[in-house]
């Protein structure tokens, strides 16, 4: 499935066989950053418990990214991600921008996708920010015909409400442990 065409299509094309413990030490400096971040925001701005009325929202968005992933509407699952969007995926450099966005477009055009819902989700909202922890099953297969691919991992959306008032990720940060390593996507 390898595109070379573009960095977000390699990387997608090679995602899960490059899985490195580099990439989980990256993650952590970018978490340990961004916890940083919120504290410094909720500090000076907001407290940082959120309403429930937040979180709910929050929710609803992690299971329109599902659903949309689920049901290969492109439309829907491409306006949950922000334009802005940054992917550090397993032993790869980071994807930023429009060529993070379309690293998942083979989503869509090359595979069928199966997304479990998440497991061990934690769920942390501070203002206009918030933090998924998870845990993933994704089964991808090739639409043209072929074996199916199982990667089991565990991952962060970082989501930043948007002007309109939605929910977006504007990072996507996963690992996924080598005896799992074995397809295609992210």
Do not use: Y
């Amino acid at each position: 499935m390898e595109m070379a065409t573009d960095q977000g299509d390699h990387m997608v094309g090679n995602i899960v066989d490059r899985a490195c413990a580099g990439a989980a030490f990256g993650a952590a400096v970018v978490v340990l950053g961004l916890g940083a971040a919120l504290s410094s925001h909720a500090a000076e701005r907001e407290p940082i418990a959120a309403s429930s009325s937040q979180r709910q929202q929050v929710k609803s968005a992690i299971e329109a990214f599902r659903s949309a992933v689920n049901s290969s509407d492109s439309a829907a699952f491409f306006g949950l991600l922000a334009p802005d969007l940054e992917v550090f995926a397993p032993g790869a450099d980071p994807v930023r921008g429009a060529a993070a966005r379309e690293a998942f477009r083979p989503w869509f055009t090359e595979l069928r996708v199966e997304m479990a819902p998440f497991a061990d989700e934690e769920i942390t909202v501070a203002g206009g920010i918030a933090i998924q922890r998870h845990t993933f099953r994704l089964t991808t297969t090739p639409r043209t015909g072929g074996p199916s691919t199982t990667v089991r991992g565990s991952g962060l959306h970082v989501w930043r409400r948007s002007p309109s008032g939605g929910w977006q990720v504007i990072k996507d940060i996963w690992t996924v442990p080598s005896e799992s390593a074995g397809g295609g996507a992210p």
